[in-house]
């Protein structure tokens, strides 16, 4: 897998590897700190062991609502068959922050973002510590969202190829230090693909792929009518919305830019999963019944986990294979998987 390091202009350059997976930081100062606290987690590197309590986490999904990362836990808990001490119940370890909440189930993390990038960000710096301070190894980061289509039918699963601000660049923009630093917002391509072989035709929905356009507000800033401000016309919005269109992008969000540049830049493998809420090309108002938004939003909660399990599945059935001297899949690989997954893998197991 490759793995990137970012040059003090904040250019990244994919030419360096970072040493058996773990997460690095790109910021000299953590180390020289007595401790490092967490504060929007409720955690720290000296009041929690850290490696104790995180060191085997693969996988970290977030979404936007306590809510579905609570059912998210409480979903993947059942598919993998993790059965929790006996006595206990699951618990938001992130309580005491009063911020965000966080679920552990095994090797997986299920973790709230808010609305928006700033929530998103300050959470993802905090995570990404979390990771490096745990030392986990090459964790494998999903947003498990919901979104407004362009073109895309309400209930379909979107899978974004690349997050774009609203002039289209994968480019996600922060000022620091009051000079604005730019970096690119970009997903990992196989996992992607991964995920898209995991559709099934059964399934009673369609999941298309495409460009994902973040924003700053739910709003005006995606071309809504029905905010408390409008000062544009119906036509307007339209043209707006087809010139998306024709760019390729699919859904509208609020997260997805800095979700794919601070995991791209922090070297960990992501992509974005979300279903979407309404055509944005046929009104604005959400106007579908809460139970079916429900069961539309466990639909990107279906494809991560059946990732999760293939994953885990894989990783039970590796062999040594004497005669060649190398390890295998149990033949699964010759089965249709990805070779390059299977390869992460082995090397680990070797
Ligand atoms: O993950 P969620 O469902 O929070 O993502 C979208 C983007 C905004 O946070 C929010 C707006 O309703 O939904
Ligand atoms: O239209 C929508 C629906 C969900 N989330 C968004 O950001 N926009």
């Given at each position: 897998?490759?793995k990137?390091i970012?040059?003090?202009?904040?250019?990244?350059?994919?030419?360096?590897?970072?040493?058996?997976?773990?997460?690095?930081?790109?910021?000299?100062n953590?180390?020289?700190m007595?401790?490092?606290?967490?504060?929007?987690?409720g955690?720290?590197?000296?009041?929690?062991?850290?490696?104790?309590?995180?060191?085997?986490?693969?996988?970290?999904?977030?979404?936007?609502?306590?809510?579905?990362?609570?059912?998210?836990a409480?979903?993947?808990?059942?598919?993998i068959?993790?059965k929790?001490?006996?006595?206990?119940?699951?618990?938001?370890i992130?309580?005491?922050?009063?911020r965000?909440?966080?679920?552990?189930?095994?090797?997986?993390l299920?973790?709230?973002?808010?609305?928006?990038?700033?929530?998103?960000?300050?959470?993802?710096n905090?995570?990404?510590?979390?990771m490096?301070?745990?030392?986990?190894?090459?964790?494998?980061?999903?947003?498990?969202?919901?979104?407004?289509?362009?073109g895309?039918?309400?209930?379909?699963?979107?899978?974004?190829?690349?997050?774009?601000?609203d002039?289209?660049?994968?480019?996600?923009e922060?000022?620091?230090?009051?000079?604005?630093?730019?970096?690119?917002?970009?997903?990992?391509?196989?996992?992607?693909?991964?995920?898209?072989s995991?559709h099934?035709?059964?399934?009673?929905?369609?999941?298309?792929?495409?460009k994902?356009?973040?924003?700053l507000?739910?709003?005006?800033?995606?071309?809504?009518?029905?905010?408390?401000?409008?000062?544009?016309t119906?036509?307007?919005?339209?043209?707006?919305l087809?010139?998306?269109?024709?760019?390729?992008?699919?859904?509208?969000?609020?997260?997805?830019?800095a979700?794919?540049?601070?995991?791209h830049?922090a070297g960990?493998?992501?992509?974005?999963?979300?279903?979407?809420l309404?055509?944005?090309?046929?009104?604005?108002?959400?106007?579908?019944?809460?139970?079916?938004?429900?069961?539309?939003?466990?639909?990107?909660?279906?494809?991560?986990?059946?990732?999760?399990?293939?994953?885990l599945?894989m990783?039970?059935?590796?062999?040594?294979?004497?005669?060649c001297?190398?390890?295998?899949?149990?033949?699964?690989?010759?089965?249709?998987?990805?070779?390059?997954?299977?390869k992460e893998?082995?090397?680990?197991?070797?």
């Open positions: 897998m490759s990137y970012t040059s003090s202009n904040g250019q990244q350059d994919e030419t360096d590897y970072f040493p058996e997976g773990f997460v690095q930081l790109q910021n000299p953590i180390e020289l007595d401790q490092d606290i967490l504060y929007h987690l955690l720290g590197s000296e009041s929690h062991d850290l490696i104790e309590m995180f060191g085997d986490v693969k996988f970290v999904c977030m979404g936007g609502t306590p809510k579905r990362v609570e059912q998210f409480n979903y993947i808990m059942e598919e068959g993790h929790l001490p006996t006595g206990t119940t699951l618990q938001d992130s309580r005491y922050s009063y965000y909440s966080m679920y552990k189930v095994g090797p997986v299920s973790i709230s973002h808010g609305m928006g990038i700033p929530s998103v960000g300050i959470l993802l905090e995570v990404v510590k979390l490096h301070h745990a030392r986990v190894q090459d964790p494998i980061f999903f947003r498990i969202g919901t979104s407004g289509g362009i895309v039918e309400g209930g379909t699963v979107i899978l974004s190829e690349e997050a774009v601000n002039e289209l660049e994968p480019c996600y922060l000022s620091v230090l009051g000079k604005k630093v730019r970096r690119p917002a970009k997903l990992d391509k196989k996992l992607l693909r991964e995920l898209k995991l099934h035709k059964e399934d009673p929905y369609e999941t298309v792929t495409g994902t356009m973040c924003t507000d739910f709003y005006e800033g995606q071309g809504r009518l029905d905010g408390a401000f409008c000062h544009f119906e036509a307007e919005k339209m043209d707006y087809q010139s998306l269109k024709k760019e390729g992008i699919v859904n509208i969000e609020m997260e997805s830019l979700f794919a540049a601070l995991t830049a960990i493998r992501s992509a974005i999963v979300c279903v979407s309404l055509d944005r090309l046929k009104g604005d108002q959400i106007h579908t019944p809460k139970e079916v938004l429900d069961e539309w939003q466990m639909r990107p909660q279906q494809l991560v986990a059946r990732y999760i399990k293939r994953y599945q990783k039970g059935r590796i062999s040594f294979d004497k005669t001297g190398a390890f295998t899949c149990g033949g699964l690989c010759s089965n249709g998987i990805e070779s390059g997954m299977c893998i082995c090397q680990k197991a070797g």
